[in-house]
């Protein structure tokens, strides 16, 4: 089993800066990758970046790429993701997720959390 406990969402203005938290435990095995998804209001839910727990591999959506910075503090077990120049496009419950691998569909994840909102106001 693994555990996944988000923090750091809110509301903020658009051009401003958050930083999510996504503290992680468990059975390592499970949780080689951990991902960071976003779902707004009526639409389905999108993979924005994702990290190997053990090489430190990232990945990006185009629509964050250059603005999102997925992280790894494995001290703390902790996958960050830094969010720069938010946009109101950006606004959404953000969940992440670990399994063994990296998907790329969110229905193929296993463990989640349990979200946070983000807001991005113009």
């Known amino acids: 089993q693994v555990q996944l406990v988000e923090s750091g969402g809110g509301s903020v203005q658009a051009g401003g800066s958050l930083r999510l938290s996504c503290a992680v435990s468990?059975?390592?095995?499970?949780?080689?990758?951990v991902a960071w998804f976003r779902q707004a209001p009526e639409k389905e839910r999108d993979i924005i970046a994702q990290i190997l727990t053990g090489s430190g591999s990232t990945y990006y959506a185009d629509s964050v790429k250059g603005r999102f910075t997925i992280s790894h503090d494995k001290a703390k077990d902790t996958v960050y993701l830094q969010m720069d120049s938010l946009k109101p496009d950006d606004t959404g419950m953000y969940y992440c997720?670990?399994?063994?691998?990296?998907?790329?569909?969110?229905?193929?994840?296993?463990?989640w959390g349990q979200g946070t909102q983000v807001t991005v106001s113009s």
């Open positions: 997720a670990a399994d063994r691998a990296c998907y790329g569909s969110w229905r193929s994840w296993s463990y």
């Open positions: 468990g059975y390592t095995y499970s949780r080689n990758c």
